[in-house]
C-alpha cells in the first residue's frame, strides 16, 4: 500500500506541473521538486537546498 501512495505522489507532481504550464501563462514554473510528508526528513534536506537555491536564482535574474 505505501508504494501505490508514492506512484500517485509522482504522477500528482507531473500532472500540476503541466497543469501550471499549460493554463498559467504568466508564471515562471522552475522544474526542482520536493517532496515532504509530515516532516522533512534528513535525506531530504539537499533537495529543500537544491529548490531554495533555485528560487533564489530566479529572483536574482527576474
Do not use: W, Y
Not at 19 to 29: A, C, P, R, S, W
Not at 33 to 60: C, H, N, Y
Amino acid at each position: 500500500m505505501g508504494g501505490a501512495k508514492g506512484c500517485t505522489a509522482v504522477k500528482s507532481g507531473d500532472l500540476m506541473q503541466k497543469f501550471l504550464g499549460n493554463e498559467m501563462k504568466d508564471m515562471t514554473v522552475l522544474n526542482d521538486r520536493l517532496t515532504l510528508s509530515s516532516s522533512l526528513r534528513p535525506d531530504k534536506a539537499s533537495e529543500l537546498d537544491a529548490l531554495t537555491g533555485a528560487v533564489i536564482e530566479f529572483m536574482a535574474t527576474d
